[in-house]
């Protein structure tokens, strides 16, 4: 039984020391991301705002086939209406009373309006043409100018991923064997709370008796379970797992014992 508990307990002492050593080559890998910065978030919201670019430019040149097709159809009615005009104006030659000249008439000044309605529309297409045209000119420069910027900002991430792609492939070689030795159920848990974790830490140590990843005070009682590494604790302010420092292969700061304070006594006698 005793061996048996031995075992367990160095099963819990082995899985803390790899979530430790795991956490060490995750944090390197955070700080090697930390080096490119925000590059590959600008590199992409460069692509998407090419893109808005490009669906605008489209979406105008749409709307300018579709005023042209509008002025055409336009120009074909005021040619009709031309016509009609014509037919009316020979008509009203050959009138023979004055009701029919003034229907003929009448007939005459509503081809006209309708002509004017027409060229009125053609006016506003070719002011919308004009007034898209321009939108698209601006579109188009300013989809160069971002353009321009993302080939500089690709080729600058691609020179700072090139310098760290080799330490990076070899630290996650590392975390991956790490992984490897570290139970599926602690290590999911790991990975959430490091999800969560604002830092990235999912395992601290437990140093000047507070969390090292809260930095609240951990109460006595929960130290020592922590130091005897029967089993896996969490801070119960950040969730984080945490690893008496000794065990993670940190020296703790010595601690200087606090100054006694001098009784009124004791300054009294030294007084007389």
């Known amino acids: 039984m005793a061996e048996k508990k031995q075992d367990k307990e160095r099963s819990i002492e082995e899985r803390l020391k790899a979530l430790y050593t795991l956490q060490t080559y995750l944090s390197e890998i955070d700080r090697i991301k930390f080096l490119r910065g925000e590059l590959p978030h600008e590199v992409k919201d460069l692509d998407d705002e090419i893109i808005r670019f490009e669906t605008r430019v489209k979406k105008h040149s749409d709307e300018i086939a579709a005023l042209k097709e509008l002025i055409n159809k336009k120009n074909g009615e005021i040619a009709e209406h031309q016509q009609k005009i014509a037919k009316y104006e020979e008509q009203i030659n050959n009138v023979r009373n004055n009701r029919e000249y003034a229907f003929l008439e009448k007939e005459k000044e509503y081809e006209s309006l309708e002509i004017e309605l027409a060229e009125k529309n053609i006016r506003d297409a ?35 991923v090139s310098e760290t792609r080799e330490q990076e492939e070899q630290i996650m070689e590392k975390a991956k064997e790490v992984e490897a030795i570290i139970d599926e159920r602690t290590l999911k848990a790991f990975k959430r709370i490091r999800k969560n974790a604002r830092n990235g830490l999912g395992i601290v140590t437990v140093q000047r008796n507070a969390c090292g990843g809260c930095f609240n005070r951990v109460p006595p009682q929960r130290q020592l379970e922590i130091k005897m590494h029967k089993k896996v604790i969490v801070c119960e302010y950040c969730g984080r797992i945490m690893i008496d420092a000794k065990l993670a292969g940190i020296e703790e700061p010595n601690q200087e014992a606090p100054a006694k304070k001098r009784t009124r006594k004791s300054s009294k006698k030294s007084a007389e």
């Open 126 to 160: 070719k002011a919308k043409i004009e007034q898209k045209e321009e939108e698209i000119q601006r579109a188009l420069e300013e989809k160069s100018d971002n353009e321009h910027i993302l080939e500089e900002k690709k080729k600058e991430l691609s020179e700072i």
